[in-house]
């Protein structure tokens, strides 16, 4: 879960710049009408960025931990087809079977329960729909007085996992056709670390 030292850590580090870890444009494929999760949108300047491209029928629905990014999103980022709200990563308030597309970048890394947050992207997401995500992982598992820390997870360092443990989470949830689109290694901390974007499709 993210409990409320990381979220005060989180509002304090959105404040000056963007959480991203990866490049999603690329590899979206958005078709008119869809319905569209953007998972943890900050200040809905992505969100904002693509919105054109469900069209008219299409809707961007954009979810953010934090009511002051969400008020920050809509006073910046505001459109008719995006419906932006406050809500948790690991409790997703919409319904079955509902969503074509779940984007997110750099979000799940963030939740001490990645089994959950993807238990819940597989719920919501319909049949044939897929998620496209940017997140961080390690090589080998952080030292606890890291992992544990709500400084370090606010800094989109100290919640990564393992590759291999990361990849696992998601086929055991359920998704097929789960590819790796895009990689960089780099050293944080003195740790090896890696930015993925990763597609996957629930059958």
Same mark, same amino acid.
């Given at each position: 879960?993210? =409990?409320? *030292?990381?979220?005060?850590?989180? $509002? ?6 963007? #959480? @991203? /870890? !990866? =490049?999603? *444009?690329?590899?979206?494929?958005? $078709? ?6 953007? #998972? @943890? /949108? !900050? =200040? ?160």
């Amino acid at each position: 879960m993210v =409990n409320e *030292k990381i979220e005060e850590r989180y $509002k304090n580090e959105t404040e000056t710049k963007s #959480l @991203g /870890c !990866g =490049n999603l *444009k690329p590899f979206l494929n958005i $078709k008119t009408g869809d319905i569209v999760l953007d #998972l @943890g /949108c !900050g =200040n809905g300047g992505f969100t904002y960025s693509i919105v054109e491209s469900v069209g008219d029928d299409g809707k961007i629905y954009a979810l953010d931990l934090t009511r002051e990014m969400i008020e920050k999103a809509i006073a910046n980022n505001s459109h008719k087809n995006i419906r932006y709200t406050v809500g948790d990563i690991n409790n997703l308030p919409y319904q079955d079977n509902f969503f074509d597309l779940i984007i997110s970048n750099c979000v799940i890394n963030h939740s001490t329960n990645k089994s959950l947050v993807f238990s819940e992207i597989y719920r919501v997401l319909k049949k044939s729909g897929h998620f496209l995500i940017a997140d961080i992982v390690v090589e080998e598992a952080l030292p606890k007085e890291i992992s544990s820390d709500p400084k370090y997870i606010a800094q989109c360092f100290g919640g990564a996992i393992p590759k291999k443990e990361y990849f696992t989470i998601i086929n055991n949830v359920g998704f097929k056709k789960i590819k790796e689109c895009s990689s960089r290694k780099y050293i944080k901390f003195g740790f090896p670390m890696e930015s993925l974007i990763i597609q996957g499709e629930k059958e």
